[in-house]
């Protein structure tokens, strides 16, 4: 089974732009969670998407904002960059909504603004 | 409060030796434990994951120790070898909706010498 993908890898904007970011879970897979790793914030959970639905949501400003689509496929957006914006954005998918479900990481995108 | 405390910072270990990372936690809502493993490049990884009905869990050279009564959860690396050099992190999550999320420790970089 291929693992999560998630594209770009890497992405370099400026402050004021927007930005969206894309990951395909695991096939089967139906939760797909988003989280920020930064240095100095570490990992942080944003959202999670459930068959379409936003099932949770982190501490974080309107500015980020995600969908799922029928596939699972999931975007997120980030609008109005920041500099404090600048982190990895993983993304994680699992089989189901429950905690015990493990969650598979792909290898993030690196979101860098200027 | 769902803050997961992490330490060390960072460790330094002979090849061979015992790897030991702690955690803590506040919340009591919180019922699955896992860690995750990752390395420069690449999104975390589970590693070994515990709740807590069981006070250990081992699984090869990895074990979860975990102290319900002090909320807190620690990971023994036994024999500890160079490939292990990575970065260490401790979660936590709950059954509650608001609560599935991984709340993530600060993690820990571990140095394995050969």
């Known amino acids: 089974k291929a693992g999560v993908t998630q594209t770009p890898r890497y992405l370099i904007k400026t402050r004021g732009q927007q930005v969206t970011l894309s990951c395909s879970p695991i096939?089967?897979?139906?939760?797909v969670s988003w989280y920020q790793q930064t240095p100095g914030q570490g990992l942080q959970f944003l959202f999670e998407?459930?068959?379409?639905?936003?099932?949770n949501k982190g501490n974080f400003p309107g500015r980020f904002s995600g969908r799922q689509f029928s596939n699972s496929r999931s975007e997120m957006n980030v609008s109005t960059l920041e500099l404090g914006d600048s982190a990895l954005y993983l993304c994680?998918?699992?089989?189901?909504?429950?905690?015990?479900?493990?969650?598979?990481f792909g290898p993030g995108t690196r979101l860098t603004v200027l | 409060q769902q803050q997961v405390k992490q330490s060390p910072q960072s460790l330094i270990v002979q090849k061979g030796g015992i790897s030991i990372i702690n955690c803590a936690y506040e919340?009591?809502?919180?019922?699955?434990f896992p860690w995750y493993q990752q390395f420069p490049g690449k999104g975390p990884a589970l590693l070994i994951a515990?709740?807590?009905?069981?006070s250990e869990k081992k699984e090869g050279r990895f074990t979860i120790s975990f102290n319900k009564s002090a909320k807190q959860f620690s990971l023994h690396i036994m024999d500890s070898q160079p490939g292990d050099s990575a970065t260490y992190f401790c979660a936590a999550s709950g059954v509650d909706t608001g609560r599935r999320a991984l709340t993530f420790g600060s993690g820990t970089r571990l140095q394995v010498q050969p």
């Open positions: 994680a998918s699992r089989s189901g909504p429950s905690s015990y479900n493990e969650q598979f």
């Open positions: 096939s089967g897979h139906r939760s």
């Open positions: 515990i709740r807590p009905d069981v």
């Open positions: 919340n009591t809502a919180f019922d699955y």
């Open positions: 998407y459930f068959s379409e639905t936003q099932r």
